[in-house]
Nanobody, 127 residues
């Protein structure tokens, strides 16, 4: 059983920064990729960023490009999301997720490509 535990959310003013962490445990071999998604009230869960675990290729939603940076610590099995220049529209619950397979199979930007999810961490950006 894979466990993903997010931390680092909070309340920040527009223009501020936060760093989210996601600690993964319970899996002896990390999956092909890990990702961050977010869900705002009344909206569907949306893709934010993803990273292939071994090679470190990164993918971002257009709305966060240039402001967010995804990274990982392979020793600690921890995924990070550094968020800068935060905007009120970034307010959401942020989830990390583990890709379903050990090799590429389906889109890294689709929520259905991930099988394990963290509990989420709230990010609130005030204007």
């Amino acid at each position: 059983q894979v466990q993903l535990v997010e931390s680092g959310g909070g309340l920040v003013q527009a223009g501020g920064s936060l760093r989210l962490s996601c600690a993964a445990s319970g899996r002896t071999l990390m999956s092909y990729a890990m990702g961050w998604f977010r869900q705002a009230p009344g909206k569907e869960r949306e893709f934010v960023a993803a990273m292939t675990w071994n090679v470190g290729l990164t993918y971002y939603a257009e709305s966060v490009k240039g402001r967010f940076t995804i990274s990982r610590d392979k020793v600690k099995n921890t995924l990070y999301l550094q968020m800068t220049n935060l905007k009120p529209e970034d307010t959401a619950v942020y989830y990390c997720a583990s890709y379903r397979t050990y090799v590429f199979s389906t889109s890294l930007t689709a929520a259905g490509s991930y099988d394990y999810w963290g509990q989420g961490t709230q990010v609130t950006v005030s204007s």
